[in-house]
């Protein structure tokens, strides 16, 4: 009896350091609840007007807007950049000033309508955009984050796109583009960089069309997204060769965005809210979203604290407002009121 009850102390013994150790603190702080690395989340309304928050609950005005929205919002380190129209703007003072990039430079086609015509790859150090007066392609590109572009001239003799609207780049460090309007040969639609020097190469693919697909991925998978939604998406896990269909999307409705995180992937909908999947079938996740909510960008954010826990959310810009997730996308809150059209 009287080694069970030592075995039984030393137990609690064991118990009360381990919590103790996990809840060590430092100068009377508790690093269980100290963030060592916040995450900061911008967005824009359907006004223009462009907001920042750190916790996803207080958010400030950064730049006021002019009424019209904005097409696409990347940030590129320290720098933001957004398209209006057919305008790319930079700003190098977190957000205080917007100078545009010169007309003769970067002019954005109008008649895109998804926001991945312009694409920030800091592990080639380069932005991507769409440019309708660039050489070959409709493709220019920035080295120094946004602060000047230069025309992609590198694409192969085998072909050319006419019009490059959207880009992805995946786990593997390939880049693809994808034209709707096909290219300058007839050969492919889609084309693939597989580094930061290489020429862009057209790729033969079994993609249905000619329908208005933009591209997003998961790791490795490349994922082609009809906006009407007639088509739905698709996934390839063979860099672009075949793609095969996901189910359980809606036909019926516009696919305004695609997005993954966490392994799982996101589709947002006209007037139809969210749809998710960590597999290949989606199913509606709009707990806690308003009815016929239209969600226009997804992003996924985590808080890293002292003990190097993480905290995982996901936020939607959507027509009734901002809406978090603590749940990996299972249910929503919403945070913030209003008509919002990106979120970064």
Excluded at 57 to 83: M, V
């Amino acid at each position: 009896m009287k080694g069970k009850n030592l075995l039984g102390k030393l137990s609690l013994i064991a118990l009360f350091a381990i919590a103790s150790q996990s809840c060590k603190k430092e100068n009377g702080i508790d690093n269980n609840n100290v963030i060592k690395r916040p995450y900061v989340v911008y967005t824009a309304d359907a006004h223009g007007n462009i907001f920042k928050t750190n916790d996803g609950d207080n958010y400030n005005t950064i730049f006021p807007g002019d009424g019209l929205p904005l097409r696409s919002f990347i940030t590129s380190k320290a720098n933001i950049l957004f398209a209006k129209d057919d305008r790319l703007f930079v700003s190098e003072n977190g957000g205080q000033t917007f100078n545009p990039i010169a007309i003769d430079v970067v002019v954005v086609p109008k008649n895109i309508r998804y926001s991945n015509f312009l694409l920030d790859v800091p592990q080639l150090n380069r932005i991507y955009v769409t440019n309708s007066i660039a050489i070959t392609g409709k493709v220019s590109f920035s080295p120094e984050n946004g602060t000047y572009f230069d025309s992609d001239t590198s694409y192969t003799d085998q072909d050319t796109p006419y019009v490059a609207e959207s880009f992805t780049y995946l786990d593997n460090g390939n880049l693809f583009s994808f034209s709707k309007a096909g290219s300058k040969f007839g050969k492919s639609r889609l084309f693939i960089k597989m580094g930061k020097d290489k020429q862009w190469e057209p790729k033969v693919t079994d993609l249905p069309g000619p329908f208005d697909f933009y591209l997003s991925h998961k790791g490795n998978t490349l994922i082609a997204t009809d906006y009407d939604g007639t088509q739905g998406s698709y996934y390839s896990d063979d860099s672009g060769k075949t793609f095969k269909p996901f189910t359980g999307l809606p036909t019926t409705r516009k696919l305004l965005c695609t997005y993954s995180a966490n392994n799982i992937v996101l589709v947002g909908t006209e007037k139809g809210g969210l749809y998710i999947t960590s597999g290949t079938a989606f199913s509606s996740a709009n707990g806690g979203i308003d009815a016929n909510t239209s969600v226009y960008g997804i992003v996924a954010k985590d808080n890293l604290y002292k003990n190097n826990t993480t905290k995982k959310f996901f936020y939607l810009a959507t027509s009734t407002g901002i809406y978090r997730s603590e749940d990996m996308a299972k249910s929503w809150i919403k945070v913030k009121v209003g008509d919002y059209r990106l979120i970064n």
